[in-house]
């Protein structure tokens, strides 16, 4: 294996932990039976903080996925 195939490689596998990792910060879309049962208890300021924490996880997993697509047609290139 050559240098920059192994480059791209580690690349890769490091993209494809940050990519599981920033998924599995977000929260869920949906509450479930629980929320429909409780009803929503949120103010507005927690609305926003988290909205806005969600905002950048879910900014951040569109550029990680598009990089990882990106270095993987790369790696299968050369």
Do not use: C, H
Request: glycine fraction near 6%; hydrophobic fraction near 60%; aromatic fraction near 8%.
């Amino acid at each position: 294996m050559d240098i920059p195939k192994l480059v791209l490689t580690v690349i890769q596998v490091l993209l494809a932990l940050f990519l599981i990792v920033v998924v599995l910060l977000q929260e869920s879309k949906t509450s479930g039976l629980s929320g429909a049962i409780s009803g929503g208890a949120d103010t507005f300021l927690s609305k926003n903080k988290a909205k806005s924490w969600d905002a950048k996880l879910a900014r951040w997993t569109k550029w990680v996925a598009i990089a990882f697509v990106v270095i993987t047609l790369i790696a299968a290139l050369v």
